[in-house]
Antibody
């Protein structure tokens, strides 16, 4: 069965970076885009962008250009998202998803000094 | 970016009732619309895709309709397990955008 297992919660300081992972299993990793979505506490959902693991091509929401960077490791079927220059506004749960139907459990990132 | 205006923001209904949630897109999205259910502490779960196609394993009391810029999600015979937040999402244009959500409670 398709599964997306995300890394654990992060507590990071303002101005720092964080890199989270999304390990895929149960399907051919290179055949489907991985999407990244942000959800601030008690708020709605924001689409950050997507990466094609086979080709490496990416689409970023303009709002997150310079903030988020997507990479993949095909050998381990893992997608990564790095967030840089973190501020309290980056405090959120970050989800990876394969298409609309399969989502990871989310990574809670807390930015606090 | 395409703006998705979702209404109502919150909704309280009785068990067994039928409820409808609506989403309006700022431009035609050609039925490239999904509906999600999210329970507290959980990831969103896909209910409907392509505006009216039921996702695998989703009870048939959920249905989607609409075209152009106007879409709706209907829940028939409301059950206690339907208490959740519901979001629409368009995937016609980048960036894919979400509605602001509807919080559904039982009266």
């Amino acid at each position: 069965q398709v599964q997306l297992q995300q890394s654990g919660a992060e507590l990071v300081k303002p101005g720092s970076s964080v890199k989270m992972s999304c390990k895929a299993s149960g399907y051919t990793f290179t055949s489907y885009y991985i999407y990244w979505i942000k959800q601030r506490p008690g708020q709605g959902l924001e689409w950050i962008g997507r990466i094609g693991p086979g080709s490496g091509d990416t689409n970023y929401n303009e709002k997150f250009k310079g903030k988020a960077t997507f990479t993949v490791d095909k050998s381990s079927s893992t997608a990564y998202m790095q967030l840089s220059s973190l501020t309290p506004e980056d405090t959120a749960v970050y989800y990876c998803a394969r298409g609309a139907g399969y989502w990871g459990q989310g990574v809670m990132v807390t930015v606090s000094s | 970016d395409i703006q998705m205006t979702q209404s109502p923001a919150s909704l309280s209904a009785s068990l067994g009732e039928t409820v409808t949630i609506e989403c309006r897109a700022s431009e035609d999205i050609y039925s490239n619309l999904a509906w999600y259910q999210q329970k507290p502490g959980n990831s969103p779960q896909l209910l409907i895709y392509d505006a009216n196609s039921l996702a695998d394993g989703v009870p048939s009391r959920f249905s989607g309709s609409g075209s152009g810029t106007q879409y709706s999600l209907k829940i028939n015979s409301l059950q206690s397990e339907d208490v959740a937040s519901y979001f629409c999402q368009q995937y016609n244009n980048y960036p894919f955008t979400f509605g602001s959500g509807t919080k559904l409670e039982i009266k």
